[in-house]
């Protein structure tokens, strides 16, 4: 009787998920259309956010309405997109038979899920630092903190829209049953997240439901940053607690991924 090894020749994981993720960007590349929507369109919201506020009065001495709506937008906007672009991309995967024909290969599901969530990642990364230079640099965004902080934690929820957009793609059938998941995933995390209504001013039941969302911890990230000139305790705990989320949706994907494949 013989036994079955793992072909030596065969491709390690790092090889596949580094293929995958190149394979990706190049896609992307070639997708003028999704390149524009993936980097321009929060800069551009952020704009248009600019001149609504533009003339809101002000009372003397507080920051302009721009600057508290604007800093919390930088990490929402990154996070709305991304899910949708990623939600829609990977399902156009399987509809066309890319993700069977390449579960068919040594590629294992969490360096296919990893080096999709890589490539769309770097894509966010890019889109979070120019709505980042455009509101600081062009709009003139306050804040107490660095604009830096500001980056890193809009790429984070950039991220944490990749995640659960590759994690919500795994149950729709079609695009459009995809992008049908905004309003469950994205926009009760938009009602609660702080931005609206400061969380404390929630009815109890409301602020527990908001404590278990990402998006929440991100807004407290940001606020954060807003209000104090130094990176604070704080605003690492729910950054942290926004990238444990993405991993852990990154690996709820993997486990989904053979069950809507087969």
Not at 170 to 196: D, K, N, W, Y
Not at 201 to 220: F, H, K, M, R, T
């Amino acid at each position: 009787m013989t036994t079955t090894h793992q072909r030596p020749g065969g491709p390690s994981p790092l090889r596949c998920y580094t293929a995958t993720s190149l394979r990706i960007l190049k896609q992307l590349q070639a997708d003028h259309r999704t390149v524009a929507m993936i980097l321009l369109v929060p800069a551009l919201l952020m704009t248009l956010l600019y001149f609504v506020y533009k003339n809101y009065p002000t009372v003397p001495g507080a920051p302009r309405l721009f600057d508290r709506v604007g800093i919390t937008m930088l990490g929402v906007l990154p996070f709305v997109v991304m899910f949708l672009i990623t939600a829609i991309a990977m399902q156009r995967e399987r509809v066309s038979g890319t993700l069977e024909r390449l579960m068919t290969t040594p590629l294992s599901k969490p360096a296919l899920l990893g080096g999709y969530g890589t490539a769309f990642s770097v894509a966010a990364a890019g889109q979070a630092v120019i709505a980042c230079v455009v509101s600081f640099w062009l709009l003139d965004l306050q804040a107490e903190g660095s604009p830096i902080l500001v980056v890193l934690i809009a790429v984070v929820d950039a991220v944490l829209g990749v995640a659960l957009g590759l994690l919500a793609s795994a149950f729709a059938r079609t695009e459009f049953q995809a992008v049908q998941f905004m309003p469950v995933i994205v926009l009760p995390q938009f009602f609660l997240c702080g931005l609206l209504v400061p969380r404390g001013q929630l009815p109890g039941w409301l602020e527990a439901i908001s404590n278990v969302l990402p998006l929440s911890y991100a807004v407290d990230a940001l606020q954060q940053v807003s209000a104090h000139t130094g990176a604070t305790g704080l605003m690492w705990r729910d950054l942290a607690v926004v990238a444990g989320f993405a991993i852990v949706a990154l690996g709820l994907g993997a486990a989904t991924l053979r069950r809507r494949t087969a």
